[in-house]
């Protein structure tokens, strides 16, 4: 059965998170985590609805929520079968629009509010199709999951042709590897006790909490205070010991030379990478940091 969307909302969902330094980093000290959340309506009989959002860290939320809803009018009268059957066309219709465009492209304050819509379709998708959203991807032919990706910027790293070769490649253990992962989970990572601010205390318990759970992985913010980040490094590293992985994060805080120096000043602690070291945009600091900070890896985030 044909399903129409028939509306969008989206609702300016806040966290006051800043409260308790939830969430806290070097370069976002005070963060209310908040969400631009999308409701994508339909006439289906059975009520299904598109629900699909975009983390913003408070201040500027309401912009996400007018841009979603602006960039969502577009799909207005438009059957969801039109949208899944290209969604490299989809994808267009968000981030693409001529006028749009100009506000982004594929950046900034447009392009997090295409991500709800584009999220919301998604999810909308999955529930016609009566799957977890995980599930209708897992579930997709190598020609699908291509037809899925616009490759207009990425063809010099990867084209069409070399990613249905590798997806066809690996088709026949893929049943194999969904097993896996229904057994094991997805591998992840902990940030529970990293944020800035926290007090000692908290942080031993935090961690604590997190080894009962089972972590493995942990991830600490730094970049506000090299002093203070061995420190606390120090302390992490009692807790969860040496057999346990242990990453950073600096959000876009340094320079290159300041991210040089401020690892090699916590390689000691044997952390498998540093994250967003520096401006986002740069390619060539990014290499010169990789280089120097070996054997620690750089993570863009």
């Not at 629900?51 to 960039?71: D, K, Q, W």
């Not at 896996?180 to 800035?196: F, I, K, M, N, Q």
């Not at 990478?273 to 740069?282: A, H, K, L, Q």
Request: glycine residues 8%; contains cysteine.
């Amino acid at each position: 059965m044909s399903i129409t969307i028939t509306g969008i909302k989206a609702l300016d969902i806040r966290f006051p998170t800043s409260r308790a330094l939830d969430g806290s980093d070097a370069m976002n000290p005070d963060p209310d985590y908040s969400a631009a959340y999308v409701v994508l309506s339909t006439d289906s009989p059975e009520g299904l609805e598109g629900h699909g959002l975009t983390f913003t860290i408070g201040r500027g939320n309401e912009l996400c929520c007018a841009a979603a809803e602006a960039i969502g009018f577009q799909l207005f009268g438009r059957t969801l079968e039109s949208l899944t059957e290209d969604m490299c066309a989809f994808w267009d219709l968000m981030t693409g629009d001529s006028q749009y465009r100009w506000l982004g492209p594929e950046k900034g304050v447009v392009h997090l509010a295409a991500a709800a819509v584009v999220n919301a379709v998604w999810d909308l998708y999955a529930k016609a199709e009566g799957k977890p959203l995980w599930k209708l991807l897992a579930d997709m032919t190598p020609e699908q999951l291509v037809a899925c990706v616009p490759f207009r910027y990425i063809t010099d790293a990867l084209t069409r042709e070399d990613a249905l070769e590798i997806l066809r490649r690996l088709e026949p253990t893929k049943a194999e590897r969904e097993a896996h992962v229904r057994e094991t989970g997805y591998p992840a990572y902990t940030t529970s006790a990293g944020w800035l601010g926290y007090t000692d205390e908290k942080i031993r318990g935090l961690l604590r909490e997190a080894l009962r759970d089972g972590w493995t992985h942990f991830k600490m913010k730094v970049g506000r205070s090299l002093e203070e980040d061995v420190r606390r490094a120090a302390l992490i590293r009692e807790e969860i010991g040496w057999e346990r992985t242990l990453m950073l994060d600096a959000n876009q805080v340094w320079d290159v030379g300041q991210a040089i120096e401020w690892v090699r000043a916590l390689s000691e602690f044997k952390p498998l990478w540093i994250e967003e070291p520096t401006n986002p945009d740069d390619v060539l600091g990014h290499a010169r940091i990789a280089r120097a900070v070996a054997p620690v890896r750089v993570a863009t985030g």
